[in-house]
């Protein structure tokens, strides 16, 4: 396949992702298109904005468009780095009756991961988190196991409420994320988001990208990621 057959499949895909989009998010194309960039090239995306604007809805939505796995993991302060990446378990072999480890995976085995509220977990959660972001791979009793592909991460952060939070070491996210801030939508659009279904009861969305049609466009676009970075 050319380059440019390439491009047009990227262009072609993004089309097709943002009208799906579109149904359930109003407004926000600036956003969406970083999103978008973010998971095409390979990349993740530190969302920052607000509580109430929908982010969830969004990354939910562009799961079931792409149809990939999705989980949400809410970040607290006592949360640990095995809460996300999973842990070891003993359990007996029935057949041998030996004992052996099992290791079972956390909330961040899924295609599209919603890490919320990165900035409210201590350092070493966040750091589990980075390793899995720029690895694709989770480290767990001194084994590796390697994460679904495609796998994206969004994180968010709240500008507001600094107290209990714990700052993310910029030099070593800035290379992992494309940061996008996510503004409060003026009135009219506010008005026209009364008249679209609720978040309970959505919309049906069709798939726009599906098994490896959807790898091989992010592959394509991750051809020209570091020429155009």
């Known amino acids: 396949m050319s380059d440019v057959d390439a491009v047009r499949r990227v262009a072609d895909a993004y089309q097709r992702i943002t009208a799906e ?5 109003v407004g926000q194309s600036d956003v969406v298109e970083q999103l978008l960039i973010a998971m095409l090239g390979g990349g993740h995306c530190l969302l920052v904005g607000v509580p109430g604007l929908a982010k969830t809805l969004m990354v939910r939505t562009l799961a079931d468009t792409l149809s990939l796995t999705f989980n949400r993991i809410q970040f607290t302060p006592d949360l640990m780095p095995a809460d996300i990446t999973g842990t ?28 919320d509220e990165i900035n409210r977990t201590p350092p070493k959660t966040q750091a589990a988190l980075l390793e899995a972001m720029q690895e694709q791979q989770v480290t767990a009793g001194g084994q590796r196991h390697k994460l679904p592909d495609p ?12 107290e209990g939070t714990y700052p993310l070491p910029e030099a070593s996210w800035i290379g992992s994320c494309f940061k996008s801030t996510w503004t409060i939508p003026r009135k009219p659009r506010n008005l026209k988001s009364c008249d679209r279904p609720r978040a309970s009861n959505p919309p049906p969305r069709k798939s726009c990208c599906l098994g490896k049609k959807s790898k091989n466009r992010r592959r394509s676009c991750g051809e020209f990621r570091r020429p155009i970075m």
């Open 21 to 25: 989009l579109s149904g359930v998010i």
């Open 88 to 115: 070891e378990v003993i359990q007996e072999n029935r057949s041998t009756g030996d004992r052996e480890f099992k290791f079972l995976h956390g909330p961040i085995f899924a295609n599209v991961v919603l890490a």
């Open 151 to 162: 796998f994206f991460v969004l994180a968010t952060q709240n500008p507001i409420e600094q």
